[in-house]
């Protein structure tokens, strides 16, 4: 028997196929199910992230209990700084410095998911 949450992340991986890196599909097909659910649902909130919808990522990334849960909440925490900072231009030295914390917490992420950014990051 299935959890909740996975029989969720099954449905939703039939629908965002297209979407899927191929490294999640071949995954998807062998017993290494649980990992392609827990990196489809890391790709659910990195788009959350790069769209800057923080509250959303973090209701997506509860359900990962890994590493890679505690990094993206770094990447979150951080962009809630860059948010502003995009925003308002004045104060920009002020923040720089949390900014680039922010960009290395991302680079981690990014590494961590073999999944590439856009290139404004």
Do not use: N
Request: avoid cysteine.
């Amino acid at each position: 028997m299935r959890a909740l949450w996975e029989v969720r992340a099954l449905r939703a991986i039939r629908t965002v196929r297209s979407f899927m890196p191929l490294r999640l599909l071949k995954a998807l097909r062998g017993f290494r199910i649980r990992r392609a659910l827990r990196d489809l649902i890391a790709l659910r909130a990195l788009k959350d992230i790069k769209a800057l919808r923080v509250v959303r990522a973090l209701r997506t990334l509860r359900f990962v209990r890994t590493q890679m849960f505690v990094r993206a909440l770094k990447v979150v925490k951080a962009l809630r700084v860059i948010r502003p900072l995009r925003a308002v231009r004045a104060r920009k030295a002020f923040k720089a410095l949390w900014a680039v914390r922010a960009l290395r917490a991302i680079r981690d992420l990014r590494v961590l998911l073999g999944f590439k950014l856009s290139k404004g990051y």
